[in-house]
């Protein structure tokens, strides 16, 4: 699986702007409702649940907000270069301004497992996190975010 599976130019925002976790999490299940035509609000309670079981701030400015949705019917992604970072509880307590959603169906357990892992493993690369954060466009974040599944 790679990202360019999980995620499209339509799924990936250079524009967020917000001041808490909450707002962040809200803005995402949005835009993720919009292109999933799951409901808003149950996409947002599923990560805010998620939350709860401990945070999905990985260190390193980076989160990996992730749940289950019953009416999904394939894994969906969506990438946000936060304007500025907010506290996301992450482990190292480093605000967050890198924030990649998961969303995978009710019975794509090792499927998503296999995303998370992906996409936990292409932001571990703090060359291409830097890159991520000088990029003024959702166009250029989607080719840095891709450019390893591209070049394969």
């Known amino acids: 699986m790679e990202i360019a599976d999980l995620i499209s130019p339509e799924t990936v925002f250079a524009d967020i702007k ?3 976790k909450k707002q962040t999490l ?3 299940s949005r835009r993720a409702a919009a292109t999933t035509g799951c409901d808003e ?3 947002l309670n599923v990560l805010i649940e998620r939350e709860r079981l401990g945070t999905t701030g990985v260190g390193q400015g980076i989160a990996i907000p992730h749940g289950k949705l019953a009416s999904l019917d394939r894994i969906h992604g969506f990438f946000a270069r ?3 970072g907010v506290d996301f509880d992450a482990m190292d307590d480093m605000p967050v301004d890198l924030v990649f959603v998961l969303l995978a169906p009710e ?3 090792a499927d998503h497992l296999k995303a998370l892992a992906r996409v936990s493993r292409t932001l571990r690369d703090s060359a291409r996190c830097e890159r991520l954060r000088g990029t003024e466009n959702a166009d250029a974040l989607f080719a840095v975010l891709t450019e390893d599944s591209i070049a394969a």
């Open 107 to 109: 019975e794509g357990g």
């Open 26 to 28: 809200q803005e995402l």
């Open 41 to 43: 609000k149950e996409i």
């Open 18 to 20: 917000a001041s808490s």
């Open 82 to 84: 936060l304007d500025s």
